[in-house]
């Protein structure tokens, strides 16, 4: 049977919590204790008993997201990233739709699709995550850390031996960012450049871009 956590408003900045008999109902910080306890998982049935079938919701499965990526990650060859939002006591991480849009949910939530609040190093620098508070996993990480490298949560994690042993696969990756970013960037920032640059123009701009993308495709299609 699901669990749930339900949230007061749709920033997901409260939820809602039971007593230990649970009869009485509150809402409380996501930063609480018990925000992350078994007093804010609801049945189905206890959601319909309180009247919160409206209110936005999430699926609980007990198991911390961090440690999921520990066991998943601990051998990967590049550092890997889970991402805490700011400001929630580390009781809430990022997770991105197929889309790359970011959303918040419970270090203990259901992942929309697997690996989803999972990032790489480029990955959360590309989506602007790099001064966020995280965990990493990847298979150096003790030898990382013994030689001195401290992970601070406010500064930026970079793995520069692992940069130093894969430049083609940086070089790559750092392209394709160019050119991902212009197409799927959302910030506040852009959207301004975007006004003041005029929309028709930016939409000129990515069709020349899908025309180039479109001739490399046929071009290396026609080497396959």
């Excluded at 669990?3 to 749709?10: A, N, P, Q, S, T």
């Excluded at 189905?44 to 007990?62: N, Q, S, Y």
Aim: one cysteine or more; charged letters at 35%.
């Amino acid at each position: 049977m699901p669990l749930y956590r339900i949230f007061e408003g749709k920033d997901k900045k409260k939820c809602y919590v039971k007593n230990v008999r649970g009869k009485a109902l509150s809402a409380i910080e996501i930063t609480a204790r018990n925000a992350v306890r078994p007093t804010s998982h609801f049945s189905e049935e206890e959601i319909k008993a309180f009247g919160l079938e409206d209110h936005e919701r999430e699926v609980v499965t007990g198991i911390s997201l961090v440690e999921k990526a520990q066991e998943k990650f601990k051998d990967a060859e590049e550092p890997h990233y889970v991402v805490f939002v700011p400001f929630t006591n580390r009781h809430q991480v990022y997770e991105r739709d197929k889309d790359g849009n970011l959303s918040a949910i419970g270090i203990d939530a259901r992942e929309s699709y697997e690996d989803s609040s999972v990032f790489t190093r480029r990955e959360m620098l590309e989506m602007g995550l790099e001064k966020c508070s995280k965990e990493y996993f990847f298979k150096h990480k003790e030898a990382y850390e013994r030689e001195g490298n401290k992970v601070e949560p406010s500064r930026r994690i970079y793995s520069r031996e692992y940069d130093k042993s894969h430049p083609e696969g940086v070089y790559y990756s750092r392209i394709k960012a160019g050119a991902k970013q212009f197409a799927v960037a959302s910030s506040e920032k852009f959207r301004k450049s975007i006004q003041a640059h005029g929309t028709e123009r930016y939409v000129e701009d990515l069709k020349i871009i899908r025309q180039l993308i479109d001739d490399a495709i046929e071009k290396y299609q026609k080497k396959q």
